[in-house]
């Protein structure tokens, strides 16, 4: 009987590489670590309060150096039931995604007028690049005496730290698109915004998502400096009182609200990303 084409190829392949094949009943080695639940993402974190719990019980660590995280708990559960914190957090919450929201709009056009124009690239591209290298700590003296030290000075830091991560990531992944998809856009007539849509936008998407979720750990990285400066609300406010009272455990509940909401942020951004790119079939899907 003649062997089929593809039997042929694999009888050649063994033929050139003396390696016998594998038996069909032989399980294939596993080349990638299988996909971790939601709740195994948790298990650095715990372990960490763990270890750190076990250190304030054990007497290596001391309440007036660092607190102990069921202390914090217990303080940050006290503050909530006399109301000292809710204010704070939604205060904060309000800066953070205001300048999240500014900075992923403006970094997603300019990313589409620079990935998509020559003259774009060359008026927007090096001016983001200056501002990739410049710390937003650089920036406050001057946002200070432009916009004074209310919300519109903070929320305008916080914008152009989120933007350069947008804006790279996704200008990245328009460069990168297949030039045979744009070939095939061009062989079917589309026009400038069907292409945009249909083409651009969803060839960006896995580079928006890397960039989103640099960017809602930015915002409250950034935020973390900012509310140090003449506030009046806010995480950073408690913690800078917190501070001058010598109250560890005021200030280490305010970290843990920190990382909480970096955490849920970058939690939602994964999920959101696995919905909407759920036709990609990768290692991490």
């Known amino acids: 009987m003649t062997p089929t084409p593809l039997e042929a190829r694999l009888a050649g392949w063994q033929s050139q590489t003396g390696s016998p094949l594998a038996a069909p009943d032989r399980k294939a080695p596993a080349l990638v670590p299988a996909r971790l639940s939601p709740g195994m993402l948790l298990a650095g974190p715990v372990l960490l309060l763990l270890l750190w719990e076990a250190a304030s019980r054990l007497g290596y660590l001391s309440p007036e150096t660092l607190t102990a995280p069921s202390q914090a708990l217990r303080t940050g559960y006290e503050m909530v039931l006399d109301g000292s914190l809710l204010p704070h957090l939604l205060a904060s919450a309000g800066r953070a995604y205001t300048g999240l929201f500014l900075g992923i709009v403006v970094g997603v056009l300019l990313a589409l007028a620079a990935g998509l124009s020559r003259s774009g690239e060359a008026l927007i591209d090096g001016l983001v690049q200056i501002k990739r290298a410049v710390p937003t700590l650089a920036l406050i003296p001057l946002a200070i005496i432009w916009l004074g030290i209310g919300e519109a000075m903070k929320v305008f830091l916080i914008f152009t730290a989120v933007l350069i991560p947008i804006y790279i ?117």
Not at 229 to 238: A, E, F, K, R, S
Not at 254 to 278: F, M, P
């Open 169 to 285: 990531n996704t200008h990245a992944a328009l460069r990168s698109i297949d030039i045979g998809h744009v070939e095939l856009a061009q062989t079917l007539g589309l026009s400038r915004a069907e292409f945009i849509r249909k083409v651009a936008l969803p060839g960006a998407l896995p580079g928006f998502f890397v960039g989103l979720r640099m960017a809602v750990s930015l915002c409250w990285t950034a935020l973390v400096v900012l509310e140090l400066i003449n506030t009046q609300t806010g995480i950073g406010y408690l913690m800078n009182r917190a501070r001058d009272w010598g109250q560890t455990d005021v200030i280490v509940v305010g970290i843990l609200i920190y990382a909480l909401l970096g955490l849920l942020s970058d939690a939602a951004v994964r999920r959101l990303e696995a919905r909407v790119l759920s036709y990609r079939r990768s290692l991490g899907s």
